[in-house]
Every structure is written in C-alpha cells, then in structure tokens.
C-alpha cells in the first residue's frame, strides 16, 4: 500500500473509495470529514425519520464531533491540530448554523489560526450539517 494514503484506526469509515488522508510532500490533505462516530452510521444530535429524513440536529454537537474525528485523523497521520494552515467548511444551512459553529470553531482555534472558507451546500452525502475539508503540515 501506497505509504503516502493514510487510513485512520480511530476516524469513521470513509463513505466511499478515499482515504482519511493523503501526503505530498510536507502537505497532509484530509478528504471531507464528517461527523459519524467509528463504526457506526450514528451521528451525534441528528434526529431521522423512517426514511433517513432529517428530522432535527443538534450543530453543536456535529462541530464537536467534526473536530474530534479531524484530530483522530490529523494524529494517525503523524501530524496534530496546530499543523493545520488551511481549513475549508460546508454548511447545509449557513443562516442558523453559522453563528454556532463559529463561536465553536474559534475555541478550538484559539491557538493556530488557520485560513477559512465556508460555504453553504444544498445537502452533503450522509444526513450531516457540517463537513471540513483540511489541509495540515506534516514532518
């Protein structure tokens, strides 16, 4: 197996044909990560109805998760979260997420502040309302 692809013993499953991650060089890119628990198709403060539908969530506790799924990946790569120089956000509803998930996003990045970007997406593959694609550095 290539040494460059990095799959996560602590992360959830990916939903398709990627790694956890990818080096080139110093660079760790993270393909997007979502907030499902290892495992599982569980995911934290998200409320579906027989049909997979979206009933309720709970942003705050699919940020926290979001970033703890990150760090399992950014640590079995060799890397950590004060590498992270670049952070790209999806959000399926900017209007009543934002302001949480910023707040949120700021404590964790009270020490590495990272560039941004986030975006609101109409949906993303699994009933999720947040997923970060990230790139760290790595030695």
Avoid at 7 to 26: D, I, K
Avoid at 83 to 99: E, Q, R
Wanted: hydrophobic fraction near 35%; proline fraction near 6%.
């Amino acid at each position: 197996m290539d040494k460059n692809i990095i799959h996560s013993s602590q992360a959830p499953e990916p939903v398709g044909a990627y790694p956890h991650a990818r080096r080139v060089g110093n660079l760790l890119f993270l393909s997007g990560v979502g907030p499902r628990e290892k495992g599982t198709k569980k995911i934290p403060g998200v409320e579906l109805d027989e049909n997979g539908n979206i009933l309720s969530y709970d942003i705050e506790k699919q940020c926290h998760a979001v970033f703890q799924n990150i760090r399992h990946i950014l640590e079995d790569s060799g890397s950590d979260w004060s590498k992270i120089v670049d952070v790209t956000v999806f959000l399926t509803n900017m209007k009543d997420d934002f302001k949480t998930y910023n707040s949120i996003y700021a404590a964790y990045f009270k020490e590495n502040q990272p560039c941004r970007t986030t975006v609101e997406i109409l949906s993303l593959p699994t009933p999720i309302a947040i997923e970060l694609k990230v790139i760290a550095t790595i030695d």
